[in-house]
DNA sequence: TGTTAATATTCGCTACTTCGAATATACTAT
DNA sequence: ATAGTATATTCGAAGTAGCGAATATTAACA
């Protein structure tokens, strides 16, 4: 594999890499909404989403429409959705696990004396 | 949804987000390889392969065996191939919308006198 | 034309990431 | 014990990402 796609490729994952920026691409699963719609349900500062919106349109997650005074957003390719998805289960997973293994410290810890 | 969810995404994707490490990843992906290995595979320096494994051990990515003198380190949930094979379509489709769209450029450009 | 509303960009600051060099740790074998 | 090999950690420098405040742009409409 190319270096250049590596390239390519953690610049996606890069672009993911912020929880504003998983929150917005989440709350734009079911449709567009503008850029306003997304800083009220998020409550998020102007300049903040503005910011996290260009990074996702440089990197292509999501695209966008101009409608007048307003800029309307949405997901490029609902591939990422699915990858959240199985992301959320992957967490949950991950999660009982670490909690067995806290169950097992705290069993091996009622051990001593 | 939480944001502790979201976080957690979002770590998973940062863990991604360097072309090192991505490469580490879809060289583990056939099976579990020591550090030596993949450092001679990938052409790495010795502490800088360290410090990337330490990431995708801190985010639970990749899981290590101690053999001896070696390391073996192997991904740790099936569910991250998914992921990665989701994305490779997807980047594979992005980059074919890029390249036409780079194609329709050129050909502007060849009308130019 | 001037004012307001929606969105984007720039700026300075702080915090994080990445790197290679050096050093530390851990295991093996002599 | 000591030498050698495999891997990990620490350190400081250089680069990059994130933030809010301020400012700029664009469109609507009086």
């Known amino acids: 594999m190319s270096d250049a796609l590596r390239q390519f490729k953690s610049e ?6 912020h929880p504003t920026r ?3 691409v989440e709350t734009l ?4 909404l503008s850029a306003g ?3 009220e349900k998020l409550d998020l500062e102007q300049a903040n989403a503005s910011q996290h919106l260009a990074i996702l349109r440089a990197k292509h997650v999501v695209v966008n429409r101009k409608a007048g005074n307003q800029v309307f957003y949405s997901i490029r390719d609902p591939a990422l959705i699915k ?3 199985i ?3 992957y967490f949950y997973s991950q999660l009982s ?3 067995s293994m806290l169950e097992e ?3 091996a810890g009622s051990f001593k004396k």
């Open 37 to 39: 719609q997304l800083i």
């Open 105 to 107: 410290v705290a069993q």
């Open 97 to 99: 696990s670490t909690v």
């Open 22 to 24: 998983i929150a917005i």
């Open 83 to 85: 990858v959240l998805d």
């Open 29 to 32: 699963r079911d449709g567009e």
């Open 12 to 17: 996606i994952f890069q672009a993911l890499a």
């Open 87 to 89: 992301l959320r289960r």
